[in-house]
């Protein structure tokens, strides 16, 4: 019989947050003008930190993996969620979602492990600046990226296969704006006890695992910070970090309110309102954070357009062109596959 009723569902269909057409309208410019941002502005720090060679340090080289993974990450969702807005048809099929949720659970996780890979470098350069070249050679950096990303790769495809092979059954409308956790769990028509705690067993130690290492390496900061005599160089020792740690604060507090509440706190109103939150305004308010507090980055600009780069376009045309190509692979999982 489970098996059966597995069968019945191909499709989901999200529910709208409004059935006002104005307001959904509103939401749609809003959203895609968001989105728009944090592709530009992703894509201006990628750039500038592989054309710049003042840019080429370690945590420059974080930045760019993060600018990349944030693109991909806004992708999963986005233009699902714009078309929605505005479409009749708010379906997705079975294998649309489940791609979805593998992406977006996948590039969510390597976020949390960059934001701890970087939070590492902050400390290696703060707490031990004798050792950092050896400590952060790129051979290490190359190391830490592929492990971040290779755990968000295995933690997102396990996560998402043991969500979809429960069954489902009618209803299939999903009260959110993505394929989400706690919403797709809802609908299943089994017991997900154990499907729960496996599935929240990984989100806790795949979100709170790389906190508790950002937080420890921050309060080595700290101390470090405290011991400099010099006000001035405590001001530059702590501005050096302090849009990591905005960007860290709202990444995992939204992560934490969303995933880690209390069962019995759970809305899907309220975690519809935060998902917006740490799918839309966070990534689109990273490139700000990183470009107005740090001096290098914002002084790349004129040192790349004095340095005539731009007349040599090819390496501008490659990174282009491979993240477009990306923008394409996603969107044609929500256009081509949710209709499948």
């Known amino acids: 019989m489970a098996s059966r009723k597995h069968t019945v569902v191909t499709q989901f269909f999200f529910m709208p947050l409004s059935n006002l057409l104005v307001f959904r309208v509103s939401l749609f410019f809003l959203v895609m003008l968001m989105y728009l941002l944090t592709i530009v502005g992703n894509m201006l720090i990628i750039t500038l930190t592989e054309v710049d060679p003042a840019l080429r340090s370690p945590m420059y080289f974080f930045l760019r993996n993060l600018s990349f993974l944030e693109i991909g990450y806004t992708s999963s969702t986005i233009p699902k969620m714009l078309v ?12 649309g979602c489940a791609t979805q949720m593998c992406f977006f659970s996948f590039l969510g996780i390597t ?3 960059l934001l701890a890979a970087m939070s590492y470098d902050r400390y290696v350069a703060i707490c031990h600046p004798l050792h950092y070249t050896a400590m952060m050679s790129r051979a290490v950096c190359l190391h830490l990226s592929v492990v971040c990303w ?16 429960l069954p489902y059954c009618r209803p299939n409308r999903i009260n959110h704006f993505f394929c989400d956790l706690p919403p797709l769990l809802k609908l299943a028509f089994a017991d997900t006890y154990k499907n729960e705690i496996t599935v929240y067993t990984i989100v806790v130690t ?7 290492l950002i937080f420890v390496s921050f309060v080595h900061i700290l101390q470090a910070i405290l011991n400099i005599a010099s006000t001035t160089g405590w001001r530059k020792t702590f501005s050096t970090c302090s849009s990591h740690l905005i960007v860290v604060t ?5 992560g934490i309110v969303t995933y880690l509440r209390p069962k019995s706190s759970y809305s899907l109103n309220t975690d519809k309102l935060l998902s917006l939150f740490y799918s839309v305004v966070s990534p689109m308010l990273n490139p700000l954070i990183y470009s107005l507090r740090n001096k290098e980055l914002k002084e790349a600009p004129r040192r790349v357009m004095a340095r005539k780069i731009f007349e ?3 390496m501008l045309a490659i990174i282009f062109l491979i993240t477009i190509t990306f923008l394409l692979v996603i969107s044609g999982h929500h256009l081509g596959i949710s209709h499948g």
Not at 250 to 254: K, P, R
């Open 84 to 95: 929605n807005f505005l479409s009749k048809d708010k379906s997705i099929s079975f294998l």
């Open 150 to 165: 290779l755990i968000g790769l295995l933690v997102g495809v396990g996560q998402t296969t043991f969500v979809f092979i």
């Open 250 to 254: 709202l990444f995992f507090g939204s």
């Open 111 to 113: 976020e949390c492990c």
């Open 312 to 314: 040599h376009p090819q």
């Open 206 to 212: 795949f979100i709170m695992v790389p906190f508790l």
